[in-house]
Antibody
């Protein structure tokens, strides 16, 4: 059973960079896409971006200028960096596997988030 | 303001059938698959429906999804107390560089 676990500081100061790591266990990070999704307290879900195990990425246009997602296949981990944070970036951050089954897997529209981490709350405050 | 529009709340009594709607546009629901996620209180979201109407293994057939044009629906029949959760629809959006967009979520209360 694939498991994902987020780790990183729970408190980040305004204007600094938020850094989180997701460790994948119970399966290889290879041959899959991996994603970050966040949820402000009491609000809905927002997709941040995804990375393929080979390193190719795609980001939410609203966050693209501040986001970097990277992967370390040797450690079975992928990471998120979000720069110049403000209080609006306070949220529970989830990592998730992006997967597909059956036919149509040649297009991203057939992919979905099938395994999620438990989430980690990151608060932006001085 | 979410790209996909869902009612903020829905409710039903045990055994009842409830539906949750999700409205989008031609660049997301109109041309791509719809996905539904269930988020029980204090937990991470869980995939409930994929590719409009497919259920992952382990999801009861009480849950069903449908899509028509630029709208989609999640139906829950034989409502149970453990169905009380937040439900989110999602889709890929062609106009946003291939991004994933979510609905604002619907809180389902079992009365």
């Amino acid at each position: 059973q694939v498991q994902l676990q987020e780790s990183g500081p729970g408190l980040v100061k305004p204007s600094e960079t938020l850094s989180l790591t997701c460790t994948v266990s119970g399966g290889s990070i290879s041959s899959y896409y991996w994603s970050w999704i966040r949820q402000p307290p009491g609000k809905g879900l927002e997709w941040i971006g995804y990375i393929y195990y080979s390193g190719s990425t795609n980001y939410n246009p609203s966050l693209k200028s501040r986001v970097t997602i990277s992967v370390d296949t040797s450690k079975n981990q992928f990471s998120l960096k979000l720069s110049s944070v403000t209080a609006a970036d306070t949220a529970v951050y989830y990592c998730a596997r992006v997967s597909c089954s059956g036919g149509s897997c040649y297009t991203m529209i057939a992919y979905y988030f099938d395994y999620w981490g438990q989430g980690t709350l990151v608060t932006v405050s001085s | 303001q979410s790209v996909l529009t869902q009612p903020p709340s829905a409710s039903g009594t045990p055994g009842q059938r409830v539906t949750i709607s999700c409205s989008g546009s031609s660049s997301n629901i109109g041309s791509n698959y719809v996905y539904w996620y269930q988020q029980l209180p204090g937990t991470a979201p869980k995939l409930l429906i994929y590719r409009n109407n497919q259920r992952p293994s382990g999801v009861p057939d009480r849950f069903s999804g449908s899509k028509s044009g630029t709208s989609a629906s999640l139906a829950i029949s034989g409502l149970r107390s453990e169905d009380e959760a937040d439900y989110y629809c999602a889709a890929w959006d062609d106009s946003l560089s291939g991004s994933v967009v979510f609905g604002g979520g619907t809180k389902l209360t079992v009365l």
